[in-house]
């Protein structure tokens, strides 16, 4: 299974600025570096997430500018 937290966390990281830029406040599907949705609730991203990628296959981050950073990822039932 593909670890998508360990694959898009460094990824975020690096462009942490421009996505609170962007998405500040918001829940951020990433299924790669070129898919990046926002939603304003952690459920709406979660179910998006699962439905359109499935457990495993994304990560979810609440982008706001506080550390420590809060990344999931779904291999097994979120817990937040």
Same mark, same amino acid.
């Given at each position: 299974?593909?670890? !998508?937290?360990?694959? *898009? +966390?460094?990824?975020?990281?690096?462009?942490?600025?421009?996505?609170?830029?962007?998405?500040? #406040?918001?829940?951020?599907?990433? !299924?790669?570096?070129?898919?990046?949705?926002?939603?304003? +609730?952690?459920?709406? !991203?979660?179910? @998006?997430?699962?439905?359109? @990628?499935? *457990?495993?296959?994304?990560? *979810?981050?609440?982008?706001?500018?506080?550390?420590?950073?809060?990344?999931? #990822?779904?291999?097994? +039932?979120? *817990?937040?």
């Amino acid at each position: 299974m593909k670890d !998508a937290v360990k694959v *898009l +966390s460094p990824y975020y990281r690096e462009h942490k600025e421009e996505f609170i830029g962007r998405f500040d #406040g918001q829940y951020i599907v990433m !299924a790669d570096e070129q898919t990046v949705i926002p939603f304003e +609730s952690f459920a709406e !991203a979660y179910w @998006y997430g699962v439905h359109n @990628y499935g *457990l495993g296959y994304f990560a *979810l981050i609440h982008c706001v500018e506080q550390e420590p950073m809060h990344v999931t #990822g779904f291999a097994v +039932s979120a *817990l937040h």
